[in-house]
């Protein structure tokens, strides 16, 4: 399979404790995002990477969040200190910014803070 | 910064009644790509529309976009139980060719057989 793939697909952590999520692109592409989704809502844009450099991370997205591409390759995403409100499904996406605009998204990480 | 809603958020339909989902915006778009996502699945690319009065069809689904290039809508013919899922549009944004993407809120389609 050579599509995007996340690890893990679930996730259960008690509030306050620290996560780390990993993704891992379709090798060609250069650009990667992270998204997270909630029920009910579309996608909700949190940062994105080309190759190593992070070029964009939202306003949204607090000081406990910080994501990775260290070799332009796969990334992570850590959420430090979880809280209740962080539950949702952590999307990431690939693309390539000569071959073509459209992102292809992995299944996702599903996080559940208790 | 630049939104994009989309109506009706459900939509119920008996297999073979068409189904259409809008999307609106309140300032002109530069572009819209179209995603669906089966439910416990993740976004799929259908398309992306970038003309002023743009029609693309892909079998039994046709996209328009808006002549003000304001909004963009997705029409299935005659659906089918396999065109279950939500339907999100989505605004690229950034200079490049690839850029993060603004979705709207979707469209839960239900196909009743």
């Known amino acids: 399979d050579t599509g995007v793939s996340q690890d893990p697909r679930h996730k259960i952590t008690k509030r306050g404790q620290n996560v780390t999520f990993r993704c891992d692109p379709i090798?060609?592409?250069?650009?990667l995002y992270w998204y997270r989704q909630t029920l009910g809502q579309g996608p909700e844009f949190l940062t994105y990477?080309?190759?190593?450099?992070?070029?964009?991370k939202s306003r949204l997205l607090s000081d406990r969040f910080s994501a990775e591409r260290p070799k332009g390759s796969f990334s992570t995403l850590e959420i430090q200190r979880t809280e209740q409100g962080d539950s949702a499904m952590y999307l990431c996406?690939?693309?390539?910014?000569?071959?073509?605009?459209?992102?292809?998204f992995g299944p996702g990480t599903r996080l559940t803070v208790t | 910064g630049q939104q994009v809603m989309q109506i009706p958020q459900y939509q119920h339909v008996q297999e073979g009644e068409d189904f259409t989902t809008y999307c609106n915006s309140s300032?002109?778009?530069?572009?819209i790509q179209w995603y669906k996502q089966r439910p416990g699945g993740h976004p799929v690319f259908l398309i992306q529309?970038?003309?002023?009065?743009e029609v693309k069809k892909q079998k039994r689904l046709t996209f328009q976009f808006g002549e003000a290039k304001k909004n963009s809508s997705l029409h299935i013919t005659a659906t089918q139980t396999t065109d279950v899922g939500t339907y999100f549009c989505?605004?690229?944004?950034?200079?490049?060719?690839?850029?993060?993407?603004?979705f709207g809120q979707g469209t839960t389609l239900q196909v009743k057989p």
């Open positions: 300032t002109t778009l530069s572009n």
């Open positions: 090798s060609e592409h250069n650009r």
């Open positions: 990477f080309q190759n190593e450099a992070q070029l964009e």
């Open positions: 989505a605004l690229r944004v950034g200079s490049s060719n690839t850029g993060k993407l603004i």
């Open positions: 996406a690939s693309s390539s910014v000569t071959l073509g605009y459209e992102q292809y």
């Open positions: 529309l970038v003309k002023s009065g």
